[in-house]
């Protein structure tokens, strides 16, 4: 909202695991007008019932929601590109299955290529470079030290 002056009608990409960060978008993106396109590896997938909410939230609100295994799919025409971590706490031990599961996940230029002209690139923090590479992180479009900030305050 800080970036581009409003929510409504924006487009954001989850490109990622289906975890909490990704639910919390997923019952409020509707709300705020926003469409949302999220990709997941398969068996990575949102909860069933927070996936349902999202859909009922989707028809009400009048905005889109496309679940894919493809992230270029995902990226297509977003204006906002998101991920998160693919090894949350607890899942330590399934580093090495998980990162086989996120291949071809990473947010870089290609994936870009496919948004909106406009894009931007948001990630909650701390960032590992299998999930984005430093040039989308460290690029002018990334605005994940804004949203730390912005996260600062609300903590």
Same mark, same amino acid.
């Given at each position: 909202?800080?970036?581009?002056?409003?929510?409504?009608?924006?487009?954001?990409?989850?490109? @990622?695991?289906?975890?909490?960060?990704?639910?919390? !978008?997923?019952?409020?993106?509707?709300?705020? @007008?926003?469409?949302?396109?999220? /990709?997941?590896?398969?068996?990575?997938?949102?909860?069933?019932?927070?996936?349902?909410?999202?859909?009922?939230?989707?028809?009400?609100?009048?905005?889109?929601?496309?679940?894919?295994?493809?992230?270029?799919?995902?990226?297509?025409?977003?204006?906002?590109?998101?991920?998160?971590?693919?090894?949350?706490? @607890?899942?330590?031990?399934?580093?090495?299955?998980?990162?086989?599961? !996120?291949? @071809?996940?990473?947010?870089?230029?290609?994936?870009?290529?496919? /948004? /909106?002209?406009?894009?931007? !690139?948001?990630?909650?923090?701390?960032?590992?470079?299998?999930?984005?590479?430093?040039?989308?992180?460290?690029?002018?479009?990334?605005?994940? !030290?804004?949203? /730390?900030?912005?996260?600062?305050?609300?903590?």
């Amino acid at each position: 909202q800080e970036h581009y002056g409003g929510l409504q009608g924006l487009s954001m990409a989850w490109i @990622g695991d289906g975890n909490n960060v990704l639910h919390s !978008f997923m019952m409020s993106a509707a709300k705020l @007008g926003m469409h949302l396109r999220i /990709a997941t590896p398969r068996g990575f997938e949102p909860d069933l019932r927070i996936t349902k909410i999202t859909e009922q939230n989707s028809k009400e609100y009048g905005t889109t929601l496309l679940l894919t295994t493809d992230p270029l799919e995902a990226a297509d025409s977003a204006n906002v590109l998101v991920t998160d971590t693919w090894i949350s706490m @607890g899942q330590e031990e399934e580093k090495k299955e998980r990162l086989k599961a !996120f291949q @071809g996940y990473q947010i870089t230029m290609q994936t870009a290529k496919a /948004a /909106a002209s406009n894009w931007t !690139f948001l990630h909650c923090l701390p960032r590992k470079p299998e999930e984005v590479d430093d040039e989308v992180f460290y690029s002018p479009q990334s605005l994940v !030290f804004q949203e /730390a900030e912005n996260r600062k305050w609300t903590i």
